[in-house]
């Protein structure tokens, strides 16, 4: 079965400060997809990124990055100089080709002025 | 303007009362989806559907039901709602039948089962 953890519930930070956000995530598979997610107060959920297994290059846009490690099962987000606009629930999540999706319980940042 | 729609957006019914959650996509997407949002548990996939009268379960299928007649639509129904059913359901859409794509999520419906 598959399975997505998201350790932190909650984290606060002063703007400007950087923030990673932990994904770990368990598969058998050797074929998957991993995924970051935002939902801002609003509500709505918003695409930040995918990643597939076989692409392990760390990506960065922007203020944004991430680190994909399958050695540690991990798809870790790093938020540089973060922003009051950050404040969000950020939710990572994996899938399988022809298979549903699993998302992780959610970190909650709240991002200080 | 693309985009995935969601109605109701607020929903109070009561126990056993069928109801129908609609959701439209006018992007051409093959792929749909339908979730609950819970505190403290995420987005839990109900069902979703990788073309027209394909769908399957996701994990939490128990007390819902799907259909995909068309392309663009993919209404979630209860037919025999209960208080464990309230909470805040989205759908989602993306491109192909190959769920990796990105989806795209409705504006969410917050349903309460009295």
């Not at chain 1, 939902?39 to 930040?48: K, M, T």
């Not at chain 2, 439209?24 to 559907?49: C, F, K, T, V």
């Not at chain 2, 359901?89 to 349903?111: I, K, V, W």
Request: net charge neutral; hydrophobic share 30%.
């Amino acid at each position: 079965a598959q399975k997505v953890t998201q350790a932190q519930t909650e984290i606060s930070v002063v703007e400007k400060e950087d923030v990673t956000l932990d994904c770990v995530y368990e598969t058998r598979d050797t074929t998957y997809y991993l995924f970051w997610y935002k939902q801002p107060p609003s509500g709505e959920l918003v695409f930040l990124i995918r990643r597939n297994s076989f692409d392990e290059q760390n990506e960065i846009s922007g203020r944004y990055s991430w680190n994909f490690q399958k050695s540690t099962s991990s798809f870790n987000f790093t938020i540089t100089a973060s922003q009051v606009v950050d404040s969000a629930v950020y939710f990572c999540a994996l899938t399988k080709v022809g298979q549903n999706f699993v998302f992780g319980p959610g970190t909650r940042l709240s991002v200080l002025p | 303007e693309a985009q995935v729609t969601q109605n109701p957006r607020y929903l109070i019914t009561v126990t056993g009362k069928k109801l129908t959650v609609t959701c439209s996509q006018n992007m051409n997407h093959e792929y749909m989806s339908w979730y609950r949002q819970d505190p403290g548990l995420g987005l839990r996939q109900i069902y979703y559907s990788m073309n027209v009268e394909v769908t399957d379960k996701g994990d939490v299928p128990e007390g819902y039901k799907v259909s995909r007649k068309e392309k663009r639509n993919f209404p979630l129904i209860l037919e025999s709602p209960s208080p464990n059913q309230t909470s805040l359901y989205f759908c989602a859409s993306s491109l192909t039948g190959f769920n990796y794509n990105e989806q795209f999520f409705g504006p969410g419906t917050r349903l309460t089962v009295l």
